[in-house]
């Protein structure tokens, strides 16, 4: 079944902790204080924003591509701190197959480790299975990062194998990437009440 997905709609998520809209061009502000003060937020990424023209160019391909209906990528605004903490985005968008992939995520250090990446995955998994329909949410993350992978482990991800040397990193070398998912029947078997008792 093919995904009920449009590039065009405002997909606005929220919950008492959390907001999640569109990324826009204007929110280079919002996260320029990342992209300058925390380079290693990007130590483990292909897509980087380290610098002020790195988050230039980082948010206006992102915008680009959500135009092109490939990927969706959103700014994360965290209420209990009063703060803008970070995006995310579902990319691979993969309508005919009712898939897509979930990440370029990434938050400010004040933020991690807060409970706020639980309540996001909540609502935009809540998103991709109960309004876009998808049959399959994909992740993925350099096989090194251990804290971004246990993160997605706790969420309810199944370790699916790791694909060697598949992406390049800034430094000239390659990282191989483990692959994780979440499929529909999973999503409303259990993940779904299991994340939601971890919600704090």
């Given at each position: ?9 405002e997909?606005?998520?929220?919950d008492?902790r ?10 280079f502000e919002?996260?320029?204080?990342f992209?300058i ?9 292909s897509k980087t924003?380290?610098?002020g023209?790195?988050?230039k160019l ?21 209420k209990k ?5 970070g995006?995310?985005?579902f990319?691979?968008?993969q309508?005919?197959?009712?898939a897509?992939?979930l990440?370029?995520t990434?938050?400010?250090?004040d ?5 706020l ?7 935009l998994?809540?998103l991709?299975f109960?309004t876009?329909?998808?049959?399959r ?5 350099d ?18 194998g790791?694909?060697?040397s ?10 191989d990437?483990?692959?994780?998912s979440i499929?529909?029947d999973?999503?409303f078997g ?6 939601k008792?971890?919600?704090q």
């Amino acid at each position: 079944m093919s995904l009920n997905f449009n590039s065009k709609e405002e997909y606005i998520l929220e919950d008492e902790r959390v907001l999640i809209r569109p990324l826009q061009a204007e929110d280079f502000e919002n996260l320029l204080p990342f992209a300058i003060n925390e380079p290693e937020t990007w130590r483990y990424s292909s897509k980087t924003a380290g610098s002020g023209e790195l988050l230039k160019l980082y948010i206006n391909d992102a915008l680009e591509l959500r135009k092109k209906g490939i990927e969706y990528p959103f700014i994360v605004f965290d209420k209990k701190a009063n703060a803008y903490a970070g995006s995310t985005r579902f990319y691979d968008i993969q309508a005919e197959n009712g898939a897509l992939e979930l990440g370029y995520t990434w938050y400010g250090k004040d933020f991690r480790g807060t409970g706020l990446n639980k309540h996001c995955k909540f609502l935009l998994l809540e998103l991709a299975f109960e309004t876009i329909n998808a049959d399959r949410v994909g992740f993925r993350a350099d096989a090194r990062n251990q804290v971004s992978i246990a993160a997605m482990k706790s969420i309810g991800c199944t370790v699916e194998g790791v694909v060697r040397s598949n992406a390049p990193l800034r430094d000239g070398s390659r990282r191989d990437s483990i692959l994780l998912s979440i499929l529909k029947d999973e999503w409303f078997g259990e993940v779904k009440e299991r994340l939601k008792e971890k919600l704090q």
